[in-house]
C-alpha cells in the first residue's frame, strides 16, 4: 500500500532524541526511584518509542510488591506512544506513527501456539520491550526500545483515539480471550464475580457479545458501574440469598458460565454450585503458586462443570479488539479514572493495589500528565 509522507520526520528515521530519559526504576521489594537513565539504543530491527501513556496492571504490582523479580528493571506494559526512531530493517512502521505496543508475542510456529497455548509458548515468555536493565516492559520511562520478536503486536492507534484507548488493548485482549474459551450461544447467561476493572471489561465484552450478565461485587459503586457497563442483572456478592437469587435469574436452570475476577474459596465454590450442568467456571483472577481451594470434584466430573484458567493475551484476537476499542463500539475511556505523572508512579501503584469505590483502571504518563481522559 502507498502511504503518503505527511511530514518530513515521517521521512527520516528519527526525531531530535535527547540522550538521557527519566524512568522509574524498580531497586527493589516496593523501592520506586525517579532516576535519570541514559535513553535506550536500538538495532536495526528495532523501534524507539516515546511513551505516551502506559496503564497500570496488578502483574507488575505484584512483582513490586512481593519483590518477586531481581532489581533493578523498568517495569510497565501497557504501553502506547509514537514512533521516534525506526531501524534500518524496519518496515511499514514509521517515525511519527502513535501505536499500541505487546511486550510479548508468541511465535505462532511452535507446539504450544498450535495449540493456541500463546502465554506457553517460550518466544511470549521473552519480553521485547525495555527501557533499560533487564527488559521488563519499560513502560513506566519517557522512551522504550521495541525488539523485532514482538514487532508483530505494534498496532498503529487511529488518529481520532487516545493514547489510552490504545494502552488498554493488551488487557482487553487478555480478557476477550478468557470468554472465547467460554463456547457461549447467543443469550446465554454469565456471572462475572467482581466489578473492577477487569470484572467491568467481562462485563462489557459478554453484553456484546449478546450474553445476560449477571454482575456481583461487594462495593454499590462498583454495582452501579456493572450496570453502566451492560450487566442485566446486578446483585450484592455479600447477599447471604445470593445463591437463590443467582437460581431465581436462570428461572432454576443454572448459570451457563461463571467468571471469578477474585480468587476466593467461598464465591469460587458458589460460582460453581451455581452452574447448570455442562457450564464453565473460568478463574480469571490473580493467584499465587501453591494457592488451593476445595472443589467438589463431581460437579467438574458428573455434572460436567469445568474449571478453566486464562492468562494474558492471544495475538489473532489482536485485531478484534482493536476495531472493538478503536471504534469505541467498546468505548474504554470511562474506565480510567486516574492519570498520573511518570514521577507519581510509585502512588498511582500504591491506588491500583488499593483500590477505592471511585478508582478503577490507572494510567501513567511520561513527561506532563495531560489531565483526566474520561
Ligand atoms: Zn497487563
Ligand atoms: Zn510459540
Redesign the pocket.
Same mark, same amino acid.
Given at each position: 500500500m502507498c502511504r503518503k509522507p505527511i511530514s518530513v520526520a515521517e521521512n527520516s528515521r528519527h526525531m531530535p532524541l535527547p540522550k538521557t530519559m527519566r524512568a522509574v526504576v524498580y531497586r527493589g521489594k516496593g523501592d520506586l526511584r525517579l532516576e535519570t537513565v541514559p535513553l535506550p539504543s536500538i538495532r536495526s530491527g528495532d523501534l524507539l518509542v516515546r511513551v505516551a501513556a502506559c496503564?497500570v496492571?496488578p502483574?507488575d504490582i505484584k512483582k513490586i510488591q512481593y519483590g518477586t523479580v531481581p532489581p533493578p528493571r523498568i517495569f510497565g506494559? *501497557?504501553t502506547a506512544g509514537t514512533i521516534v526512531k525506526t531501524g534500518a530493517l524496519v518496515r511499514n512502521l514509521y517515525v511519527g506513527d502513535r501505536v499500541a505496543l505487546h511486550h510479548h508475542v508468541p511465535c505462532q510456529k511452535c507446539h504450544f501456539c498450535r495449540h493456541k497455548a500463546f502465554a506457553q509458548c517460550t518466544t511470549y515468555k521473552r519480553t521485547g520491550i525495555t527501557a533499560g536493565f533487564e527488559p521488563a516492559g519499560g513502560g513506566f520511562a519517557e522512551y522504550v526500545r521495541v525488539m523485532p520478536f514482538v514487532l508483530a503486536g505494534v498496532v498503529k492507534i487511529p488518529r481520532r483515539n487516545d493514547f489510552v484507548e490504545g494502552a488498554m488493548l *493488551?488487557?482487553i485482549n487478555t480478557v476477550l480471550k478468557a470468554v472465547r474459551q467460554l463456547s457461549l450461544l447467543g443469550n446465554d447467561t454469565v456471572l462475572v464475580v467482581g466489578q473492577g476493572p477487569i470484572g467491568l471489561m467481562f462485563t462489557r465484552l459478554l453484553t456484546l457479545a449478546g450474553m445476560q450478565v449477571i454482575a456481583t461485587d461487594l462495593i454499590p459503586e462498583r454495582r452501579s458501574l456493572g450496570r453502566r457497563f451492560g450487566a442485566w442483572r446486578v446483585l450484592n456478592a455479600a447477599d447471604p440469598d445470593l445463591s437463590e437469587q443467582l437460581h431465581r435469574a436462570t428461572r432454576g436452570r443454572g448459570l451457563d458460565a461463571s467468571i471469578l475476577t477474585v480468587a476466593a474459596d467461598a464465591p469460587l465454590r458458589q460460582a460453581q454450585t451455581a452452574l447448570r450442568g455442562g457450564g464453565t467456571l473460568q478463574l480469571f483472577a490473580h493467584t499465587v503458586r501453591g494457592q488451593t481451594t476445595a472443589l467438589d470434584l463431581s460437579q467438574v466430573c458428573v455434572d460436567e462443570k469445568p474449571l478453566l484458567g486464562s492468562y494474558s493475551a492471544d495475538v489473532t484476537l489482536q485485531s478484534t479488539v482493536a476495531r472493538l476499542v478503536f471504534s469505541r463500539q467498546f468505548d474504554v475511556r470511562p474506565l480510567i479514572t486516574h492519570e498520573f505523572g511518570l514521577e507519581q508512579t510509585a502512588a498511582a501503584i500504591e491506588l491500583a493495589a488499593h483500590p477505592t469505590p471511585d478508582s478503577l483502571k490507572i494510567i501513567v504518563s511520561a513527561g506532563t500528565a495531560t489531565g483526566p481522559i474520561a
Open positions: 496503564g496492571c502483574t506494559h *501497557e *493488551e488487557p
